[in-house]
């Protein structure tokens, strides 16, 4: 199973990025995808921007993300 977890991109140099997952900056590879641009969201897996999703979509995944840490903490 793979798993991309969303992040906000908020830097770019030539084809590498800086993305926001979780309240982490990381580094993601943008090797893969065209027209991405600073705020955009992105997937990532293994370090690499696999594909743009909307902001909406990624907000709710993050959200999922958040709760899935706080049971895991119960």
Same mark, same amino acid.
Request: with cysteine.
């Given at each position: 199973?793979c798993?991309?977890i969303p %992040?906000?991109?908020i830097?770019?140099?030539?084809?590498?990025?800086?993305? *926001?997952?979780? %309240?982490?900056?990381?580094e993601?590879?943008?090797?893969?995808?065209?027209?991405?641009?600073i %705020?955009?969201?992105?997937?990532?897996?293994?370090?690499?921007a696999?594909?743009?999703i909307?902001e909406? *979509?990624?907000?709710?995944?993050?959200?999922?993300f958040?709760?899935l840490?706080e049971?895991?903490?119960?």
């Amino acid at each position: 199973m793979c798993l991309g977890i969303p %992040g906000k991109v908020i830097k770019i140099e030539d084809k590498n990025s800086l993305v *926001e997952i979780l %309240g982490v900056s990381r580094e993601a590879s943008l090797d893969l995808l065209q027209d991405v641009k600073i %705020g955009d969201y992105v997937l990532v897996h293994a370090g690499c921007a696999i594909t743009k999703i909307d902001e909406e *979509e990624a907000l709710k995944t993050i959200e999922l993300f958040k709760e899935l840490q706080e049971l895991a903490h119960e």
